[in-house]
């Protein structure tokens, strides 16, 4: 029963799609299967089986392309499946259609707990390819969105590039080399790197994508990633997320002179200190921190409409020390930053339209104190009545 619904729902998918996109999509049918994709925090309900080793990098790379029969060999362990099972089409190849399998965590033998009944083929549920931006109506491409997983995925996809907006790449098996082989892609805003392990002039290798908006680099590890540019600019780009930066000066200085239009940031270390060695770009409305702590001198733009600083072993005088020289900040965040009541006058003079002081050390007292002096304020955790 199990297999004959997902063979009807993986079908149904596949012809749906048919109706979207404007490709011709092959009857054959490929798999990527997601597991592990639900929230489960809270304690498991009795009967119910998880398996954390789901979510390792290594088990989504040996499912990014996979048989029906690989499929339901995850998806059924002695008799208990996934609480949900979304199917779409993601892609195709030339000669099949990819079908991305995105599955709960939570396994249960319990029929009453599978979720979609009303379509008929408990736990799965159809849906059409993600829409591209702004859409509004008429055919589009399935490539809008693409991933890339190795060799095979990047051929096809210089075939397609044109029609590529958002690109995320799973492997860093093209690194060595600057992304040399990834193709031009005229039309991509969005560039997901999720296993990068560029090093010198890191940014250079995206300096040919002229419409590039947003850049998300998650590096494998810090090695020697600097994010120098060769002399080139990303003069596009608005958005920038680098995880795992190295504890030592990475060239945070060239950012105003690589890209001139930058708006948001996204910095985290690797567990330790976020060496932040000079100037943030002026032109930077939103910045975002996360780390153990700060190395370096950093210098903060004067106004910023929104900050957050999670900096589990800082202490008040560290984001004293930060906050030198900013004027004007709209929003903060200090959410799991360990500071205490000495801080609260020194957010006084901000007139913040949104304070999260959630996790940190600061008393309800210095909360009430704060929100008698800045009433408009919203605030969290909410000050006691």
């Given at each position: 029963m199990f297999a004959e619904r997902f063979a009807a729902s993986s079908r149904a998918a596949w012809e749906f799609a048919r109706t979207l996109v404007s490709e011709d999509l092959p009857e054959p049918l490929l798999f990527r299967v997601r597991l592990n994709q639900s929230y489960d925090g809270h304690a498991p309900r009795p009967g119910e089986v998880r398996f954390p080793q789901d979510g390792s990098r290594r088990r989504a790379m040996?499912?990014?392309?996979?048989?029906?029969e690989t499929v339901l060999a995850e998806l059924w362990r002695d008799h208990h499946v996934p609480e949900w099972v979304n199917l779409a089409v993601v892609g195709e190849t030339g000669t099949a259609t990819v079908v991305e399998v995105v599955c709960c965590g939570r396994f249960t033998r319990d029929d009453s707990r599978l979720y979609h009944s009303e379509e008929g083929a408990p736990p799965f549920h159809v849906l059409g390819p993600a829409l591209p931006p702004g859409h509004e109506g008429g055919r589009y491409s399935v490539h809008v969105r693409s991933e890339c997983w190795g060799r095979s995925d990047l051929d096809h996809g210089a075939t397609v590039?044109?029609?590529?907006?958002?690109f995320t790449l799973m492997t860093d098996e093209f690194d060595a080399d600057l992304l040399a082989a990834v193709p031009d892609m005229p039309n991509v805003e969005v560039f997901e790197h999720r296993r990068c392990a560029l090093g010198s002039e890191a940014l250079s290798a995206f300096v040919r994508f002229p419409r590039l908006r947003n850049l998300r680099l998650y590096l494998d590890e810090p090695g020697n990633f600097h994010a120098g540019a060769a002399g080139g600019r990303l003069g596009a780009l608005t958005g920038l997320t680098v995880t795992c930066l190295p504890p030592r000066p990475w060239a945070l200085g060239t950012l105003s002179d690589i890209a001139p239009r930058l708006n948001r940031i996204d910095l985290s270390s690797g567990g330790g200190d976020l060496w932040l060695d000079g100037a943030f770009p002026t032109s930077l409305s939103e910045v975002s921190l996360s780390a153990a702590g700060l190395a370096g001198s950093p210098r903060l733009p004067a106004r910023l409409d929104r900050l957050t600083v999670r900096l589990t072993s800082a202490a008040d005088d560290d984001l004293a020390e930060l906050l030198e020289g900013v004027t004007h900040i709209g929003s903060l965040t200090l959410?799991?930053?360990?500071?205490?009541?000495?801080?609260?006058?020194?957010?006084?003079?901000?007139?913040l339209d949104a304070l999260n002081l959630v996790d940190t050390e600061v008393t309800p007292t210095a909360l009430a104190r704060f929100?008698?002096?800045?009433?408009?304020?919203?605030?969290?955790?909410?000050p006691p009545a």
């Open positions: 040996g499912l990014s392309r996979c048989d029906a590039s044109d029609r590529v907006w958002s959410s799991g930053t360990p500071v205490g009541d000495t801080v609260v006058p020194l957010l006084e003079r901000y007139d929100h008698a002096a800045q009433p408009r304020t919203r605030l969290l955790p909410r």
